[in-house]
């Protein structure tokens, strides 16, 4: 099975995130540096990358630029508590696949983008 590359500052959400794709027997790996994860995207076989907007290192938008110049197409999901309509045209132009923004639902939000890529 490909994994799911879960890219978030928080670490009560890696860990929040990597429990919820666990359950579900979903193979993932967790980073709070954007240049960690591009790194990992390197080796391959990423279904999925879910990220916040802001890294330790890099915004949400430094990393999907840098994704974009990388020849490594991974589709991308955007798990954001907070995302102006301007933000999301922009990040749709940047290759993100959607945007979801954090709510009660954002699991059953979230989980027919995962299965798509993963199954």
């Not at 879960?6 to 359950?23: A, I, T, W, Y």
């Not at 290192?57 to 995302?83: A, E, Q, W």
Request: no cysteine; net charge positive; charged share 25%.
């Amino acid at each position: 099975m490909r994994t799911v590359i879960h890219l978030d500052s928080s670490g009560f959400l890696r860990k929040l995130m990597q429990m919820f794709l666990k359950e579900r027997g979903i193979e993932s790996e967790a980073y709070d540096k954007g240049a960690d994860a591009l790194e990992r995207i390197k080796r391959g076989d990423i279904a999925l990358i879910i990220a916040g907007t802001f890294f330790n290192d890099m915004t949400g938008f430094m990393f999907l630029k840098r994704l974009l110049l990388s020849p490594h197409k991974v589709p991308v999901i955007i798990l954001t508590s907070n995302s102006s309509e301007q933000q999301q045209i922009i990040m749709k132009t940047l290759g993100v696949e959607a945007v979801i923004i954090k709510s009660a639902r954002w699991q059953d939000d979230l989980f027919p983008y995962i299965l798509k890529h993963v199954k």
